[in-house]
C-alpha cells in the first residue's frame, strides 16, 4: 500500500485544505496510487492553489473552486505554460484537478463542469528512437537477458522473435500471428506479411534470422501443424506478445540499453540502419508498411536483391 504524500502547507481556507488532504488520502488508501503519482498530483493542486490566491486576492475556498469558469482554468495553465512547464506535465496536472473535482462532487460538496470543459493540451507525437547498430545486435544476440532457468528452447524462441523485429522489421504483432508454413527458413530469403489495414508486403529475410528461426524449431518441443502459429508459449498457444515486452524490459538493465528500447525501437533501428547504409527512403518506408503506395506490387526481384545487399552492407556480421 502506497504511503500517503507528506502534509504540505496549502494556500488555502481550512475547509479546502482538509478536502485536498482527504483527497489525497484517498488517493493513496482506496486507489493505492504509487507514492510517486501521489507526490505529483499533491504538487500539482498546491500550485493551483497558490495560483488561485493570487488570481482570487483571497485563499480559495471549496465553494470559490466550485465556482470557477473555464476561463479560470485555463488562465492557471496559461501561467504555468509561461514558467516553462511542458505539455505532458500540463496534461498530468489538468487530470488531478479533474480527479480532485470528481472527488468533491462523489463527497457531496458540490460540482464543476468547468474544468470538464477545458481540454487536454495536445501532446507532440513520440517517434521511436532507433538503437544503435551494436546495442540492437547484442540485444537480439540474447546474452545475458534470458531467465537462467529458461528451456533452451525458450531463449532460441526469444531470439527468433526478436531478429525478425530487428532483421526484418517487423511489427511484433506481425511477427507472433506468423503461421508454421510461413516460417522463414533455408531457402527463403523473402517474407510476405500483412501489416495494419490487411496490407501485405514483402520485406528481407537475412541469414542470421533464417538461422535462429531454424534454431527454434529444431529445439522446440511442441508439434506444430502449417496452420498453427510459428511463435508458441510454454503451453503451447500463441506467444503472448508481454513476453517479449517483458524480455527486452529486462535486456534494458541486463545490457544498459535506454528507455527508448522496445520492440517498436528495434522495429525502427532496422530502417534507421537500412538508410543509413544507403538504401532507398521510399522502399524503406514500404518494408515498414508506412507508405500510402499499392503494396500489391510488391518488388522485382532486382529491388529485393539491391535491398538485401544494402541490409548486409550495414551489418556484415549477418
Same mark, same amino acid.
Given at each position: 500500500?502506497?504511503?500517503?504524500?507528506?502534509?504540505?502547507?496549502?494556500?488555502?481556507?481550512?475547509?479546502?485544505?482538509?478536502?485536498?488532504?482527504?483527497?489525497?488520502?484517498?488517493?493513496?488508501?482506496?486507489?493505492?496510487?504509487?507514492?510517486?503519482?501521489?507526490?505529483?498530483?499533491?504538487?500539482?493542486?498546491?500550485?493551483?492553489?497558490?495560483?488561485?490566491?493570487?488570481?482570487?486576492?483571497?485563499?480559495?475556498?471549496?465553494?470559490? %473552486?466550485?465556482?470557477?469558469?473555464?476561463?479560470?482554468?485555463?488562465?492557471?495553465?496559461?501561467?504555468?505554460?509561461?514558467?516553462?512547464?511542458?505539455?505532458?506535465?500540463?496534461?498530468? @496536472?489538468?487530470?488531478?484537478? !479533474?480527479?480532485?473535482? !470528481?472527488?468533491?462532487?462523489?463527497?457531496?460538496?458540490?460540482?464543476?463542469?468547468?474544468?470538464?470543459?477545458?481540454?487536454?493540451?495536445?501532446?507532440?507525437?513520440?517517434?521511436?528512437?532507433?538503437?544503435?547498430?551494436?546495442?540492437?545486435?547484442? %540485444?537480439?544476440?540474447?546474452?545475458?537477458?534470458?531467465?537462467?532457468?529458461?528451456?533452451?528452447?525458450?531463449?532460441?524462441?526469444? @531470439?527468433?522473435?526478436?531478429?525478425?523485429?530487428?532483421?526484418?522489421?517487423?511489427?511484433?504483432?506481425?511477427?507472433?500471428?506468423?503461421?508454421?508454413?510461413?516460417?522463414?527458413?533455408?531457402?527463403?530469403?523473402?517474407?510476405?506479411?500483412?501489416?495494419?489495414?490487411?496490407?501485405?508486403?514483402?520485406?528481407?529475410? #537475412?541469414?542470421?534470422? !533464417?538461422?535462429?528461426?531454424?534454431?527454434? #524449431?529444431?529445439?522446440?518441443?511442441?508439434?506444430?501443424?502449417?496452420?498453427?502459429?510459428?511463435?508458441?508459449?510454454?503451453?503451447?498457444?500463441?506467444?503472448?506478445?508481454?513476453?517479449?515486452?517483458?524480455?527486452?524490459?529486462?535486456?534494458?538493465?541486463?545490457?544498459?540499453?535506454?528507455?527508448?528500447? @522496445?520492440?517498436?525501437? #528495434?522495429?525502427?533501428?532496422?530502417?534507421?540502419?537500412?538508410?543509413?547504409?544507403?538504401?532507398?527512403?521510399?522502399?524503406?518506408?514500404?518494408?515498414?508498411?508506412?507508405?500510402?503506395?499499392?503494396?500489391?506490387?510488391?518488388? @522485382?526481384?532486382?529491388?529485393?536483391?539491391?535491398?538485401?545487399?544494402?541490409?548486409?552492407?550495414?551489418?556484415?556480421?549477418?
Amino acid at each position: 500500500m502506497a504511503a500517503t504524500p507528506k502534509a504540505q502547507t496549502l494556500v488555502a481556507a481550512p475547509d479546502l485544505q482538509r478536502a485536498v488532504e482527504a483527497w489525497l488520502a484517498y488517493l493513496s488508501v482506496e486507489r493505492q496510487f504509487s507514492g510517486n503519482t501521489s507526490e505529483a498530483y499533491a504538487r500539482d493542486i498546491g500550485q493551483f492553489l497558490s495560483f488561485l490566491a493570487s488570481h482570487l486576492n483571497r485563499l480559495p475556498t471549496v465553494a470559490q %473552486l466550485i465556482a470557477l469558469s473555464a476561463r479560470d482554468i485555463r488562465a492557471f495553465l496559461a501561467s504555468r505554460r509561461a514558467q516553462g512547464v511542458g505539455s505532458r506535465s500540463l496534461s498530468r @496536472t489538468l487530470s488531478a484537478l !479533474r480527479m480532485f473535482y !470528481r472527488f468533491l462532487e462523489r463527497r457531496g460538496l458540490g460540482k464543476n463542469d468547468a474544468v470538464r470543459a477545458v481540454a487536454l493540451p495536445k501532446l507532440p507525437h513520440s517517434v521511436p528512437k532507433p538503437l544503435t547498430a551494436i546495442k540492437a545486435t547484442a %540485444l537480439v544476440g540474447g546474452a545475458g537477458i534470458a531467465s537462467p532457468d529458461a528451456p533452451e528452447w525458450i531463449v532460441a524462441r526469444d @531470439t527468433a522473435v526478436l531478429a525478425l523485429l530487428y532483421g526484418s522489421g517487423l511489427r511484433i504483432s506481425e511477427a507472433l500471428t506468423l503461421s508454421r508454413k510461413d516460417a522463414p527458413i533455408r531457402g527463403r530469403d523473402m517474407l510476405r506479411v500483412t501489416g495494419k489495414g490487411d496490407k501485405t508486403r514483402v520485406v528481407p529475410v #537475412l541469414p542470421i534470422v !533464417r538461422e535462429a528461426v531454424e534454431r527454434y #524449431l529444431a529445439l522446440c518441443p511442441m508439434p506444430l501443424g502449417s496452420d498453427d502459429p510459428l511463435f508458441v508459449g510454454a503451453r503451447g498457444g500463441q506467444l503472448s506478445p508481454r513476453i517479449i515486452q517483458l524480455l527486452i524490459a529486462r535486456a534494458r538493465g541486463a545490457l544498459g540499453l535506454p528507455e527508448t528500447a @522496445t520492440p517498436h525501437a #528495434l522495429r525502427h533501428s532496422f530502417a534507421t540502419h537500412l538508410l543509413g547504409a544507403g538504401a532507398d527512403l521510399r522502399a524503406i518506408q514500404e518494408l515498414l508498411g508506412h507508405a500510402s503506395l499499392s503494396t500489391t506490387q510488391g518488388y @522485382t526481384e532486382v529491388d529485393r536483391a539491391h535491398l538485401l545487399k544494402t541490409y548486409a552492407r550495414a551489418h556484415p556480421r549477418a
